[in-house]
T-cell receptor, first 112, second 117 residues
Framework: DAKTTQPPSMDCAEGRAANLPCNHSTISGNEYVYWYRQIHSQGPQYIIHGLKNNETNEMASLIITEDRKSSTLILPHATLRDTAVYYCIVIPSGGGADGLTFGKGTHLIIQP | DAGITQSPRHKVTETGTPVTLRCHQT?????MYWYRQDPGHGLRLIHYSYGVKDTDKGEVSDGYSVSRSKTEDFLLTLESATSSQTSVYFCAISDRGQGVRKTDTQYFGPGTRLTVL
């Protein structure tokens, strides 16, 4: 599976858009980009995923560059409850190696 | 949120005692997973199931066994708990192989915090 690189931490003001970058320069054509987050003391939470088109759901938007080597997760109006560690991972179509492996992720801190 | 519950949510036990953790889903997903999460190690897969009575080992399966007698329940058993099994245990379910997009989105339960004294 392709590896991903994320900044270790980011700050964002409450009410503003939080833009979290992820590099996945070795991604293969059949690999999806997934985003999860983990709020302190809770289970990981699925946010969104995409292959090559931009995606939007009720939680976030995912922007994938045309060459698919990087992506950005956008939380449009961040709230204090969005403070969490955010993980970007790539998973091949049909499933990964039978288990998710999260890297260190980005610790997003929403400031009041 | 996906319908996944874990029980118990917290447990303290003594070394050498058997412990069973339960994961229950209401989503009818075929795949179910047990992970443990420890500081410095991230998520590590213990066992997973790809159907009733179909299970396989993960990265850290030693000292653990699992059973799945029906779609909705996946049990994790520590036959003789040790202090090294003190951890937070997460169950996950996946829509892997279901649907046209052939993706593998995992949904996690709230976790069980286990302390072995």
């Amino acid at each position: 599976d392709a590896k991903t690189t994320q900044p270790p931490s980011m700050d964002c003001a409450e009410g503003r858009a939080a833009n979290l970058p992820c590099n996945h320069s070795t991604i293969s054509g059949n690999e999806y980009v997934y985003w999860y987050r983990q709020i302190h003391s809770q289970g990981p939470q699925y946010i969104i995923h995409g292959l090559k088109n931009n995606e939007t759901n009720e939680m976030a938007s995912l922007i994938i560059t045309e060459d698919r080597k990087s992506s950005t997760l956008i939380l449009p109006h961040a709230t204090l409850r969005d403070t969490a560690v955010y993980y970007c991972i790539v998973i091949p179509s049909g499933g990964g190696a039978d288990g998710l492996t999260f890297g260190k992720g980005t610790h997003l801190i929403i400031q009041p | 949120d996906a319908g996944i519950t874990q029980s118990p949510r917290h447990k303290v036990t003594e070394t050498g005692t058997p412990v069973t953790l339960r994961c229950h889903q209401t989503e009818n997903h075929r795949y179910m997973y047990w992970y443990r999460q420890d500081p410095g190690h991230g998520l590590r897969l213990i066992h997973y199931s790809y159907g009733v009575k179909d299970t396989d080992k993960g990265e850290v399966s030693d000292g653990y066994s699992v059973s799945r007698s029906k779609t909705e329940d996946f049990l994790l058993t520590l036959e003789s708990a040790t202090s090294s099994q003190t951890s937070v245990y997460f169950c996950a379910i996946s829509d892997r192989g279901q649907g046209v997009r052939k993706t593998d989105t995992q949904y996690f339960g709230p976790g069980t915090r286990l302390t072995v004294l």
